[in-house]
T-cell receptor, first 115, second 113 residues
Framework: DQQVKQNSPSLSVQEGRISILNCDYTNSMFDYFLWYKKYPAEGPTFLISISSIKDKNEDGRFTVFLNKSAKHLSLHIVPSQPGDSAVYFCAARSNSGAGSYQLTFGKGTKLSVIP | KAGVTQTPRYLIKTRGQQVTLSCSPISGHRSVSWYQQTPGQGLQFLFEYFSETQRNKGNFPGRFSGRQFSNSRSEMNVSTLELGDSALYLC????????????FGPGTRLTVL
């Protein structure tokens, strides 16, 4: 059973417009969420994160919103640039205590920014 | 500061063989995790090591094992390779066991023939 879901496998956006990538989760034990960006043949690159005690975190062109009641988070990229074209992964950490750390990933959304 | 490094980057093995992958975390990072990425299953957690101790393990068979050395470098071993073990194996590090963000290496692409 997928605990982290990214229901859109792909998304195309015009350069300069907003990109919105969505992620849903089911596990109430998740307390920290991260977005990673991945190019082919490379490892995921950390983009931005948010703790479950917040509802918004912003870093430059990237903003992550968290709606705990809906178990939903989204990543907004404004303005979108061609270099943003990549696969974006949503990840969630469950707080299982004793410093134990495990990320559960969604299947990813491939973003294409069209010049 | 150098990022997470993984060696080798590419590897081809045959069924039944075993393989060892290596990971050097970011300098000063003491926690190392391993993940497997396949087209069908996506990114899945294998295990995490901190201070040479396995802290957490994902749902993988015992053929998958790992260890961490005193300098925080880690190795992952897969014995009796199966075709389904073909995947990108990613290593990630974080500074302490209280740090929230993991940083990933470029991965090792393993192909089992």
């Amino acid at each position: 059973d997928q605990q982290v879901k990214q229901n859109s496998p792909s998304l195309s956006v015009q350069e300069g417009r907003i990109s919105i990538l969505n992620c849903d989760y089911t596990n109430s034990m998740f307390d920290y969420f991260l977005w990673y960006k991945k190019y082919p043949a490379e490892g995921p690159t950390f983009l931005i994160s948010i703790s479950s005690i917040k509802d918004k975190n912003e870093d430059g062109r990237f903003t992550v919103f968290l709606n705990k009641s809906a178990k939903h988070l989204s990543l907004h990229i404004v303005p979108s640039q061609p270099g943003d074209s990549a696969v974006y992964f949503c990840a969630a950490r469950s707080n299982s205590g004793a410093g134990s750390y495990q990320l559960t990933f969604g299947k990813g959304t491939k973003l294409s920014v069209i010049p | 500061k150098a990022g997470v490094t993984q060696t080798p980057r590419y590897l081809i093995k045959t069924r039944g063989q075993q393989v060892t992958l290596s990971c050097s975390p970011i300098s000063g990072h003491r926690s190392v995790s391993w993940y497997q990425q396949t087209p069908g299953q996506g990114l899945q957690f294998l295990f995490e090591y901190f201070s040479e101790t396995q802290r957490n393990k994902g749902n993988f068979p015992g053929r998958f094992s790992g260890r961490q050395f005193s300098n925080s470098r880690s190795e992952m071993n897969v014995s009796t390779l199966e075709l389904g073990d073909s995947a990108l194996y990613l290593c990630a590090s974080r500074r302490t066991d209280r740090t929230d963000t993991q940083y990933f290496g470029p991965g090792t692409r393993l192909t089992v023939l």
